[in-house]
């Protein structure tokens, strides 16, 4: 199948795993009245288009909590594949909306993680894997194993999307980042190892975590995103994963001119390198 043409990024949300604001109305430093400052749990959404054809080729990465609401905000109906980068919950827990498109389009949705993640997700959610004896629900989700290096053909309507995946360190476990052409995904880590950093070079754009101005076990602090981003030189990067700490207006103010805070509904063209909003 040819390339998809063009290739669209959607941020879905890039909050922190309680999201902002946190439950409780707690807002930290972030004004509840600017709206970019709401943020749902992280999640990609990625569509490729091809002219002449309405319906887009569309990759998900991540199932969070929030998967219903950015969904229906994004006006997904269907799903060629659904990818992960890791196993904790503000990742995964909205899994079980996937039943939805595979009943709505009778075919079950092909999702891909590592073995690492595979070992803790398919036993949580076994029922969307395997039907249970005496079950009148059938299963809802294809299991692919993607681990660091690989790279994944997504066919679909509006052509294929080429998705690489590459090593990152999440405090005391792994999870992978993603690239597509001159863009990349890199949500939870707390470093990346050597054998990533040739995936993460001569980027247009780079989503990066930056979860707060202080360090942390297992994310990156705002101070290292923006070390690895001077290092690592991307035309753009987008911070991404921002807690209660991270005012949108301040960050944007006081971030380098190639740097900007990402926020829920944020899009990407990745064809041409550029945020178109």
Same mark, same amino acid.
């Given at each position: 199948?040819?390339?998809?043409?063009? %290739?669209?990024?959607?941020?879905?949300?890039?909050?922190?795993?309680?999201?902002?604001?946190?439950?409780?109305? %707690?807002?930290?430093?972030?004004?509840? $009245?600017?709206?970019?400052? /709401?943020?749902?749990?992280?999640? &990609?959404?990625?569509?490729?288009?091809?002219?002449?054809? *309405?319906?887009?080729?569309?990759?998900?990465?991540? *199932?969070?909590?929030?998967?219903?609401? =950015?969904?229906?905000?994004?006006?997904?109906?269907?799903?060629?594949?659904?990818?992960? *980068?890791?196993?904790?919950?503000?990742?995964?827990? !909205?899994?079980?909306?996937?039943?939805?498109?595979? &009943?709505?389009?009778?075919?079950?949705? $092909?999702?891909?993680? #590592?073995?690492?993640?595979?070992?803790?997700?398919?036993?949580?959610?076994?029922?969307?894997?395997?039907?249970?004896? !005496?079950?009148?629900?059938?299963?809802?989700? $294809?299991?692919? %194993?993607?681990?660091?290096?690989? #790279?994944?053909?997504?066919?679909?309507?509006?052509?294929? %999307?080429?998705?690489?995946?590459?090593?990152?360190?999440?405090?005391?476990? $792994?999870?992978?980042?993603?690239?597509?052409?001159?863009?990349?995904?890199?949500?939870?880590?707390?470093? &990346?190892?050597?054998?990533?950093?040739?995936?993460?070079?001569?980027?247009?754009?780079?989503?990066?975590?930056?979860? /707060?101005?202080?360090?942390?076990?297992?994310?990156?602090?705002?101070?290292?995103?923006?070390?690895?981003?001077? =290092?690592?030189?991307?035309? =753009?990067?987008?911070?991404?994963?921002?807690?209660?700490?991270?005012?949108?207006?301040?960050?944007?103010?006081?971030?380098?001119?190639?740097?900007?805070?990402?926020?829920?509904?944020?899009?990407?063209?990745? *064809?041409?390198? /550029?945020?178109?909003?």
């Amino acid at each position: 199948m040819p390339a998809a043409q063009r %290739i669209i990024a959607t941020i879905l949300g890039c909050g922190s795993s309680g999201g902002v604001p946190r439950i409780g109305n %707690i807002w930290g430093a972030c004004d509840p $009245n600017e709206p970019r400052n /709401r943020r749902r749990r992280c999640s &990609l959404l990625l569509e490729g288009f091809t002219e002449g054809i *309405t319906a887009p080729t569309r990759v998900l990465i991540d *199932t969070g909590c929030d998967l219903r609401e =950015q969904l229906l905000e994004a006006e997904v109906d269907r799903l060629d594949a659904v990818l992960y *980068t890791h196993e904790h919950a503000d990742h995964t827990h !909205g899994i079980d909306d996937l039943r939805v498109l595979a &009943l709505n389009n009778r075919r079950r949705v $092909n999702v891909y993680f #590592t073995q690492e993640a595979a070992a803790r997700i398919v036993p949580s959610f076994a029922y969307c894997f395997t039907a249970p004896a !005496g079950s009148d629900y059938p299963p809802i989700l $294809n299991q692919h %194993i993607i681990e660091p290096g690989d #790279t994944l053909e997504v066919d679909g309507p509006g052509g294929t %999307i080429t998705v690489r995946a590459f090593d990152q360190i999440h405090g005391n476990i $792994n999870s992978l980042g993603f690239r597509v052409g001159g863009f990349a995904y890199s949500c939870d880590l707390s470093a &990346l190892p050597p054998q990533a950093l040739p995936s993460v070079s001569n980027l247009d754009i780079w989503v990066l975590d930056a979860l /707060r101005p202080t360090p942390h076990p297992s994310h990156l602090s705002l101070p290292e995103s923006l070390r690895l981003i001077e =290092q690592l030189a991307p035309r =753009q990067a987008v911070l991404t994963n921002l807690h209660i700490d991270l005012d949108y207006t301040e960050l944007l103010a006081t971030t380098p001119p190639n740097v900007q805070p990402a926020f829920d509904g944020m899009k990407i063209d990745v *064809t041409a390198g /550029r945020v178109l909003d």
